[in-house]
């Protein structure tokens, strides 16, 4: 059973209706499962092992792994309660997939990005730093590869020059996400009202840095290391 955690510098919002649904059809030992989004196959494989274990295999594959006798409604149970972590490990094998594909950024490309960063993202800080009615230390452009931004409790802001390669509504919405920090320290219910109340599409834009981040993380990660 996986236990490892991937804790995102920016934690999701969580809906309760958001959680997937699964609706096996049992034939031989393929199962199938979706949810509201996407199909999701699973291949279950019974032994003599005394657990369940579940697996997502580079190519995003879900093989669980059983004891003979488990019911088949505990093995859907720990699927579903497994629901967010097994669509976690899937996006990221897609983006492992993806990145092994992608171009390494260079290091011109990235100075370029470092500069555009310093060139654009001030205003942006200062504009939703008046909107809110928060103030700010000083910004810091980093080439990070798993942080898209943060905010210290003395308030200085850091933001990954990575963002550069996003649409400007997601640097949006990572500004907004560092600024509320200057009201709530935390990821708090709170602190969550605050940036949904300045930035209504936060959501949204938070998504598509979730799905297409970590590509851009890996691009940066292969260009420091050569
Ligand atoms: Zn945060």
Redesign the pocket.
């Known amino acids: 059973m996986p236990t490892s955690r991937h804790f995102h510098?920016?934690r999701p919002v969580r809906k309760v209706n958001a959680r997937p649904l699964f609706f096996p059809r049992v034939s031989g030992i393929l199962l199938r499962m979706k949810d509201r989004t996407a199909k999701i196959e699973y291949t279950l494989i019974r032994s003599a092992r005394r657990s369940i274990g579940i697996e997502v295999t580079p190519d995003g594959a879900v093989v669980v792994r059983a004891p003979r006798m488990t019911p088949l409604r505990q093995i859907e149970t720990l699927l579903e309660e497994k629901s967010a972590w097994i669509a976690r490990a899937r996006r990221k094998a897609s983006a492992r997939s993806q990145a092994a594909a992608a171009a390494p950024l260079t290091a011109q490309e990235l100075s370029a990005l470092r500069a555009q960063a310093k060139a654009y993202l001030p205003g942006r800080a200062a504009y939703y730093a008046q909107r809110l009615g928060v103030d700010y230390g000083r910004i810091t452009i980093r080439t990070q590869r798993t942080r898209w931004g943060s905010c210290s409790s003395r308030g200085d802001l850091s933001f990954n020059c990575l963002l550069m390669l996003t649409p400007p509504e997601v640097i949006d919405s990572v500004v907004v996400?560092e600024l509320c920090?200057r009201r709530h320290m935390d990821?708090s219910p709170q602190f969550y009202a605050e940036v949904h109340r300045v930035y209504p599409d936060y959501d949204k834009w938070h998504g598509w840095l979730r799905e297409h981040g970590p590509v851009l993380l890996a691009r940066a990660a292969a260009a420091t290391k050569a």
Do not use: D, S
Request: charge should be neutral; avoid cysteine.
């Open positions: 510098y920016i996400h920090h990821h």
